[in-house]
């Protein structure tokens, strides 16, 4: 199976700082690498698919990027909603494989 | 718009079967070129993948619960099931069922359920 880690766990920020997570697979997994948002009780919502193609609807201020076995997710200017947990997840081979996640806290 | 909503017994007893269904609204299951996918997330715990099933009924599974785990389809319906046999208290967990992008959109997960609460108890 392919490892998927993220860092960090969590993180405190404030609304309108800019926040990088980083996810790492354990093999190369080209660009199939996506992003997903939990709130406490609400099932995961896409938000980058295939490395960094925002998913329809989702605010500009999120962007995805990197290649291989190395990614990240950055929010441009964290606004409340924005305080949640964040997966990702590679869908290069099966099984399919989430990293651990990161919650993003109020600072 | 496409909707998913799972629906199911919430308490089972170790050793039994898990049995839950997702229920398409708002499109047809066939069409599309979609996988259909469940997946799982223990309280306070990350996300599981379970397994996937293709309308032609072709299923691939996370070898760590192969052995227990049957997903089905049924288009009449435009419903697709799981079944997790012989479960204990480590299956107790939030069950998701989700819409599964084709390959040229990554694979991606881009419809979920709300999610069911399993419990595993006597």
């Known amino acids: 199976d392919i490892q998927m880690t993220q860092s960090p766990s969590s993180l405190s920020a404030s609304v309108g700082d800019r926040v990088t997570i980083t996810c790492r697979a354990s093999?190369?997994?080209?660009?199939?690498l996506n992003w997903y948002q939990q709130r406490p009780g609400k099932a995961p919502k896409l938000l980058i698919y295939a490395t960094s193609t925002l998913q329809s609807g989702v605010p500009s201020r999120f962007s995805g990027s990197g290649s291989g076995t190395d990614f990240t997710l950055t929010i441009s200017s964290l606004q409340p909603e924005d305080f949640a947990t964040y997966y990702c997840q590679q869908t290069y081979s099966a099984p399919y494989t989430f990293g651990q996640g990161t919650k993003l806290e109020i600072e | 718009q496409v909707q998913l909503q799972e629906s199911g017994p919430g308490l089972v007893k170790p050793s039994q079967t898990l049995s839950l269904t997702c229920t398409v609204s708002g499109g047809s299951i066939s069409s599309g070129g979609y996988y259909w996918s469940w997946i799982r997330q223990p309280a306070g715990k990350g996300l599981e993948w379970i397994g996937r099933?293709?309308?032609?009924?072709?299923?691939n599974y996370n070898p760590s619960l192969k052995s227990r785990v049957t997903i089905s389809v049924e288009t009449s319906k435009n419903q697709f099931s799981l079944k997790v046999s012989s479960v204990t208290a480590a299956d107790t967990a939030v069950y998701y069922c989700?819409?599964?992008?084709?390959?040229?959109?990554?694979?991606?997960?881009?419809?979920w359920g709300q999610g069911t609460m399993v419990t595993v108890s006597s």
């Open positions: 099933i293709y309308p032609s009924g072709s299923t």
């Open positions: 989700a819409r599964v992008q084709p390959w040229d959109y990554g694979n991606a997960f881009d419809i």
């Open positions: 093999q190369r997994i080209s660009s199939y």
